[in-house]
Nanobody
Framework: QVQLVESGGGLVQAGGSLRLSCAAS????????MGWFRQTPGKEREFVGL????????YYADSVKGRFTISRDNAKNTMYLQMNSLKPEDTAIYYC????????????????WGQGTQVTVSS
């Protein structure tokens, strides 16, 4: 069992930056894949990006590519989402998630989820 806890959300002006953290507890195997998703009211959960736990390989949605960066600290069992050049359309609840080895943008393939953290970007 894996527990995930996000932190770092808040209110920021357009063009600003935020860094989200996702602290994982429980056994994280080297094959695991960690992801970030976001969701706004009335819409489906949207893939933001992912990172492989062992190699640190990343993959991003086109909407955030070049602005967002995912990293992880294996020693701290923590994943990060550095968000730069934020836009009002980035406003959402951001969730971190974990799966047992699927390099995928599909939310349905993720086994564990955090509770989410709100990010609001004002114009």
């Amino acid at each position: 069992q894996v527990q995930l806890v996000e932190s770092g959300g808040g209110l920021v002006q357009a063009g600003g930056s935020l860094r989200l953290s996702c602290a994982a507890s429980g056994r994280i195997f080297s094959s695991y894949v960690m992801g970030w998703f976001r969701q706004t009211p009335g819409k489906e959960r949207e893939f933001v990006g992912l990172i492989t736990w062992s190699a640190g390989s990343t993959y991003y949605a086109d909407s955030v590519k070049g602005r967002f960066t995912i990293s992880r600290d294996n020693a701290k069992n923590t994943m990060y989402l550095q968000m730069n050049s934020l836009k009002p359309e980035d406003t959402a609840i951001y969730y971190c998630a974990c799966n047992r080895g699927s390099y995928s943008a599909r939310a349905s393939l993720y086994d564990y989820w955090g509770q989410g953290t709100q990010v609001t970007v004002s114009s």
